[in-house]
C-alpha cells in the first residue's frame, strides 16, 4: 500500500479549514489540521509536507510570514503552496512566492480535484 | 449749486427710500447683481446669488437706517453662506455701484463714504468668522488625527480599504457554507436521496447568486469610492497580461482549457493611464470568460489598431451570449437572473462596473458572441489620455 503524502491545511476559520481538510483528504492526502499560524510554524519545523493550504489573514501571524518561512526553508524546496484568501489585492503582491492562488469562496470539489493532480507531480523548485 | 448735505440728510434720504422701494430694489438689486456677478463662479446656483445678494442689500438698509444688524455679524453671516473673500468683495462692490447709481446729486460722496464703512465692518466680521472656522477646523483636524489609529482599526478612515475588510468578512463565513454544503452535495457524508441531494444544489445556486452580488456591490462600490482617484502613470500593458495571464491560469487548469496570450508586434511598450484599474478589467473579463468555457479555450490579445488607441481583446470558445442580452450585460445586476438556468446565467462578475471604469477613462468596451459559439470582449484605451482644456 502506497504511503499517503503530508498536507497542512493552515486556516483559522474552523468551518473553512474542515472544507478544505476534507477536499485534500478526498483527494489522497494525509492532512494536519492548523489553526492558527503558531502553531503552523512550529509543525512546518517538525515535517517535510508536500502540499500547504495557507489562509492569508489569520489573528495572529499572517500568512505571508508563514510563506516567507516555508520558501526559505531548503527541506521545503519541494513543498507546493496554494494561497486561499478573500483578499485578492494582497495575494496578488505575494503571487510570485505561492504555487498557486485561489480566491474565496472556493469549491470544495474543484480544490479537490485540483490538487489530486499534485500527488505524483512534485514540485520543481525554480533556480 | 446745492448745499452740502450732512451725514444726518443722508441717512433721511436712505432711510425714506428704504422705507418706500425696498422690495422693488431688492427685486432691482438682485437683476443688477446678476449682470455684473462673475462668470467664474459657475458652481455657485443663480437663486443663492439672489438670495444673498436680496441679504446684503436688506443689511445695508438696515444698517444705513440704524437697525440692530452691525456690520460685523452681517460678515459673520457671509462667512457662514461659506462665499470666499473674492466673492465678498465682488458683492460689496455690486452694493457699491448699486447705491451709487441710486442716489443722485451731492449726496453721492456720503452715501458712498456710508457703503464704504459698511463694507469695512462687514470685511471685518468676515474675517473674524473665517479665523474663527479656521480654528474649529484645525481642531477637527487635530482630534481625527488623534483619532486614526481606531478608526484605521474599524476601516473607516480609507473606504477602499473598509471595503476590502467588508469583502473579506462576508466572503469568508460564504465560502464556508458553500463548501459545507457541496461536502453533502458530493456525498463525502454518505449518498444522499434525490430530493436531499436537490435541496442542497438549490442551497448552492442560491449561494452562487448571492456571492455574485456581493462581488457586483463592492465591485460598484470601490468604483465609486475611488471615481475621482483614476491613476495617470506609465505602464508596461505587456505587463498586465502577463500578471492576469498567471493570475488566471489555474482556473483555466481547474477546468481543462487552454488560455493563451498573443501580444502584437506593433503593442505599445507604454501606454499611460490607470494600471491598476486596467488590470482590474482584464481580470475579470478572464475570469468571466473561464468561468464560461467548458470546452476549448481562452485567448487574451493585446493589440494596437491605431496609434492613439490599444485595445485588450477577449476571446472565448464558451457558451456565449444571446443576441438579446448582449444590450443589457453591461447593466449592473443583469446576471443575477434568477429564471436563467445554472449554466445559462452569465455571470458578469464587475462588467457593469468594467464598463463604468473603461468609460471613465475615454475608452470603450464591447461585446460580440453567439450563443453557443463563444465571445468576445474588446477593451480600446487611449495610448496617452487626452489633453484637458
Redesign the interface.
Known sequence: MDIQPLALVIEDNEDQNLVFTTALQQAGYQVDSLFNGEAAQLRLLEVVPELVILDLHMPDIDGNVILGQIRADKRLLHTRVILATADAAFAGSLQPQADLVLLKPISFSQLSQLVSRYISHPRIPPF | MSETPTETDARQVLRELAETERTKLDRLYQRDLREIWPIDYPQMDPRMIGRIAAQEVNALLHFLGNAPIPGREHGAWLSQTGIGHQTLLQLGKATRQFVATRVKGDLLPDALNLVDQYEEAVCLGFIQAREQALRVEQDCLRRMRQSQPLDDADGKADPQRFL?RI??KI??????????T??LH?D?YGSLNERQRNLTGRILDN?AIL?RMVSEILDRFQFEAGRLRLEQETFAPSAIVE?VY??AL?AA??KEIFLHKEIAANAPQTVVGDRARVEQIL?NLVTNAIQFTHRGGVTIRLDRPTDALWTLRIEDTGVGIAEEDLETIFQPFRQADENASRKERRIGLGLSTAFLLVSAMNGTIHAESRLGRGSTFTVTLPVQPEQQG
Open positions: 476590502a469583502g473579506h466572503r469568508t463565513p460564504l465560502g464556508a457554507m458553500m463548501g459545507l457541496e461536502m458530493e463525502v449561494a456571492n500578471a498567471s493570475t489555474s487548469l481547474q481580470s
